[in-house]
T-cell receptor, first 111, second 116 residues
Framework: GENVEQHPSTLSVQEGDSAVIKCTYSDSASNYFPWYKQELGKRPQLIIDIRSNVGEKKDQRIAVTLNKTAKHFSLHITETQPEDSAVYFCAASDGANNLFFGTGTRLTVIP | EAEVAQSPRYKITEKSQAVAFWCDPISGHATLYWYRQILGQGPELLVQFQDESVVDDSQLPKDRFSAERLKGVDSTLKIQPAELGDSAMYLC??????????????FGEGSRLTVL
């Protein structure tokens, strides 16, 4: 089955700086890669996703890049703000029924 | 805005007791998922329903866990007997489309289980 690894497990940045979270996956058949944000005590929420036929996708300060050859994808947050502080999960879906999540990255934005 | 409802939010029980969690997905969402999230880890799928049918329960420990969605709407996840290792957050999610790679999963706020 699919194995998703996520790094780093914790990340602290100064407000206004950029943050990058990286994930690798093992199943070359995986074709959908969402990112979920989970604020403390709240439900995970989708923030951005990318499909395997696209190399990069942006939504305001958030971008995701995908390298199918290397089987890795990354989340980029620019101009970080305190409200970006949360746990971020990457995930990969193999086109069947399951979504495999990474172990999460706790991002702290220091004002 | 419609949300996935779960109850209870918190449950403390002793080992060997039975526990049950309830989930009401967003109206019109045919697909319902139960995930388990151990502290410090990502969610792991326990069971997926399409309407009232189980699509995937390969990771559900069937000796002690059971799940049902009798009328294809709300769902119940039961654990009997509970074990110490079951302490986790149990997340329910729903989606409009059938497969996990076709669109957003909408999560509930979860039910946090502590087994003493």
């Amino acid at each position: 089955g699919e194995n998703v690894e996520q790094h780093p497990s914790t990340l602290s940045v100064q407000e206004g700086d950029s943050a990058v979270i990286k994930c690798t996956y093992s199943d070359s058949a995986s074709n959908y890669f969402p990112w979920y944000k989970q604020e403390l005590g709240k439900r995970p929420q989708l923030i951005i996703d990318i499909r395997s036929n696209v190399g990069e996708k942006k939504d305001q300060r958030i971008a995701v890049t995908l390298n199918k050859t290397a089987k890795h994808f990354s989340l980029h947050i620019t101009e970080t703000q305190p409200e970006d502080s949360a746990v971020y999960f990457c995930a990969a879906s193999d086109g069947a029924n399951n979504l495999f999540f990474g172990t999460g990255t706790r991002l702290t934005v220091i004002p | 805005e419609a949300e996935v409802a779960q109850s209870p939010r918190y449950k403390i029980t002793e080992k060997s007791q039975a526990v049950a969690f309830w989930c009401d997905p967003i109206s019109g969402h045919a697909t319902l998922y139960w995930y388990r999230q151990i502290l410090g880890q990502g969610p792991e799928l326990l069971v997926q329903f399409q309407d009232e049918s189980v699509v995937d329960d390969s990771q559900l420990p069937k000796d002690r866990f059971s799940a049902e969605r009798l009328k294809g709407v709300d769902s119940t996840l039961k654990i009997q007997p509970a074990e110490l290792g079951d302490s986790a957050m149990y997340l329910c999610a729903s989606s409009y489309l059938a497969a996990a790679n076709t669109g957003e999963l909408f999560f509930g706020e979860g039910s946090r289980l502590t087994v003493l």
